[in-house]
């Protein structure tokens, strides 16, 4: 079955160091790809996705996620984390053909040590 | 600018009685989706619709039911609620042509 994993369910990081959460993909062929982001008590908001091209995609807010298709990892990094990050994660893909629907991971819970 | 929105933002309710949770984008996207937030399953997919008149089941539509009489509209009933129900409910939408999903600010559903 198609599925998104997020391996990480909390992670914690000191300000100013760089972070990386993964999200791991099974499907054959290449989705689409996405990080959303979803502050306390807030809805979601699109950091950056992939469609095709370049595989190094730019996003809001300094982050930035690699597609590597040898991995199906699609993994978010940002190279300085601000105390302002502290949030949910959440890696999504959307697999083609005629139902096109958005496949969450469980999420990734970030914190940010002063 | 254009948006969706979602009411109630907060709603307790009691086992059986029936709720309904509304959900209007302005813009004038064709498909519209319902999910639910649960800790250590993120979102996953109730219902959605590609257009009026239009609905379809997610992976756990069990218990709750859609329905689209007009484009900009798709309300999320529950028939008889549960404390199973007790949630997060997120409704989206998203062009046709586009795979970007906006989201809704979210309802936060309590079940007694």
């Excluded at chain 1, 008590?41 to 982050?63: A, E, M, P």
């Excluded at chain 2, 600018?1 to 933002?9: G, K, L």
């Amino acid at each position: 079955a198609q599925s998104v994993t997020q391996p990480d369910i909390h992670i914690t990081v000191s300000e100013g160091a760089s972070l990386e959460l993964r999200c791991n993909y099974s499907y054959g062929a290449t989705p689409y790809l996405f990080w959303y982001v979803q502050s306390p008590g807030q809805g979601l908001q699109l950091l950056l996705k992939y469609f095709s091209g370049d595989t190094l995609v730019q996003g809001i807010k300094g982050f930035e996620a690699e597609f590597k298709r040898s991995q199906s990892s699609f993994n978010l990094r940002k190279p300085s984390v601000h105390w302002s990050d502290a949030a949910e994660y959440f890696c999504a893909v959307v697999y083609g053909g005629a139902t096109n629907k958005l496949i969450f991971g469980t999420g990734t819970l970030l914190a940010v040590q002063p | 600018d254009a948006e969706i929105t979602q009411s109630p933002r907060h709603k307790i309710t009691e086992t059986g009685r029936q709720v309904t949770l509304a959900c209007h984008q302005t813009w004038n996207h064709n498909n519209m989706f319902w999910y639910r937030q649960d800790l250590g399953h993120g979102l996953r997919l109730i219902h959605y619709s590609y257009g009026v008149h239009d609905t379809n089941k997610g992976e756990v539509s069990d218990g709750y039911s859609v329905s689209r009489s007009n484009t900009e509209d798709l309300p999320l009933t529950l028939e008889s609620a549960a404390s199973s129900q007790t949630s997060v409910y997120f409704c989206a939408s998203r062009d046709s042509g586009g795979n970007e999903q906006f989201f809704g600010p979210g309802t936060r559903l309590t079940v007694l």
